[in-house]
């Protein structure tokens, strides 16, 4: 499928999506098969990956939307503001479409060496207090060789919370509650067939991870509830 005709996809609201395949996505941190929760200390750096195992059939697409909450405990702190206007900055968020090196012998890149075009976004939302974390790749060409026995790197966000710090802070001089509990949940996850550019929904195996918080006491995913999220949404943040 050509290019041009995904990035059409792009903006159709609402796609609809065939039947679910044994294709599965899952969460967790610093590696595709790291740990689900992770405690997060003031000046580290955590890396949420995004993995595919499963996938037999030859694609030219991806999507990953991941929702990001503290649950009971209020709208996410200045610590995870990775979005232009926040506290950390978006010069302190990586967001990848490769596999780093440290992981891509046996975590090979989805995309493989496929050229494509990628929107990569972290946002905040003032009305619920929560950050939205999206990478989507389109790569013309396709990928023909799949193995369903191997995981694949789908998307990493790497956090750095180099002024991130515990307790409450001054914006000026530090990014404060980083101790508070976060979920992060898949919200939207699908891929894009190569033969006939048909839209598909990834099973999600591993659908959240959290940041200290080993309890679960923001009752993930429950603390990122699912809201209707669409390609052309996304593009349409990037004509503001």
Known sequence: ???????????????????????????????????????????????????????????????????????????????????????????????DHQAPAAVAKTCPTFSQTAAGVQIKDYSYDPLTGKCQAVMANGYGSGVTTVNPATRYFLAGFTFNFLYGVNGPADPAVACGGLEVPVCAHITTASWISLADGVEHPFTIAQEFVTSNDPNNSTGCPGATPTRPTTWGSLKNTYRN
């Open 1 to 95: 499928m050509k290019l041009t005709r995904f990035l059409l996809a792009l903006a159709v609201v609402g796609m609809a999506a065939t039947s679910a395949s044994a294709q599965t996505i899952s969460l967790s941190w610093d590696t595709c098969t790291g740990p689900i929760n992770k405690s997060i200390l003031p000046g580290s750096t955590a890396t949420l990956f995004a993995s595919i195992i499963g996938q037999a059939t030859p694609h030219s697409g991806s999507q990953v939307w991941i929702l990001l909450g503290a649950g009971a405990n209020g709208p996410m702190r200045d610590a995870w503001r990775f979005d232009p206007a926040g506290c950390q900055g978006s010069s302190f968020i990586t967001i």
